[in-house]
């Protein structure tokens, strides 16, 4: 993964990141955000995945439900938030659409992939900070406002 900042002010900064083929996309965006102290940014990609693992939430279960994606996919939507987690660690939301070869499309949270291509990532870090708490309701790691 190779990166630059595109944009630095009054604490706002962009950066892109670019993804190459083999690498493995949450544990990129997990060093970055480590590597820069991230606490609370966005983010948006384009590209194309060689394989997926996709997850959908089951609110019965409380459980995420593995997606297996064993193909190339175009990554048609990526879209995310990275806060600061209970852990004190920066924690990487991730939701993303990736379309067929014969045009259908999966959809989901965003578990691992690795990319073929690329994949080209938009990312804003905020000068303010959010952080994640643990929701008993859920059992899930919410950004909380207070």
Sequence with gaps: MKSKI??????????????????????????????QGLSAASFKAIGAFESATLAFFDWASKAYLPIQVAEQTEVASFTGDIAQGPDGKPAIHVHVVLGRRDGSALAGHLKDATVRPTLEVILIESPRHLC?????????????LD
């Design 6 to 35: 595109l944009h630095d002010a009054a604490g706002q900064m962009t950066y892109v990141l670019i993804l190459e083929s083999g690498d493995e996309v949450m544990s990129c965006l997990q060093g970055f955000a480590e590597k």
């Design 132 to 144: 994640k708490h643990h929701d008993a309701e859920t059992g899930l790691a919410l950004i909380s």
